[in-house]
């Protein structure tokens, strides 16, 4: 039987904010063609990504939506709209992917389990 995990919740939302991510171009009425493609090629990245860690969980997947929020932040520069709405929009979605890959994958190596801590110490406290 799958057991759920419980880091499972923090894909949820990446799945969301991916989703949010490729509809934002009609949302915000993006001006620049290059802005909504990187937009959508980027929100269906996350999305696959997300569907994926959900389907059957790899760490190398959380890593990649690190890698995908990361390319959301500094893409407005190196793909030429920085100071537009896009940038804005891209920019903040590009910080809290980063943000829950990294609190997952925190979660994953440094958090404590709390099927593990029980009977080490002969019991709970």
Do not use: K
């Amino acid at each position: 039987m799958h057991r759920w995990r419980r880091e499972a919740i923090l894909d949820c939302y990446n799945l969301v904010l991916g989703t949010f991510l490729f509809v934002s171009p009609w949302l915000f009425v993006f001006a620049r063609d290059v802005a909504r493609v990187d937009v959508w090629v980027t929100s269906a990245l996350l999305v696959l990504i997300s569907i994926a860690t959900l389907v059957a969980f790899a760490e190398w997947e959380e890593w990649a939506s690190l890698v995908v929020g990361l390319w959301m932040v500094v893409s407005p520069w190196v793909l030429g709209f920085p100071q537009t709405t896009a940038m804005h929009v891209i920019v903040g979605v590009g910080c809290v992917v980063i943000y829950l890959a990294a609190l997952e994958l925190w979660l994953i190596h440094y958090s404590p389990h709390l099927d593990e801590g029980v009977g080490r110490q002969g019991g709970s406290r």
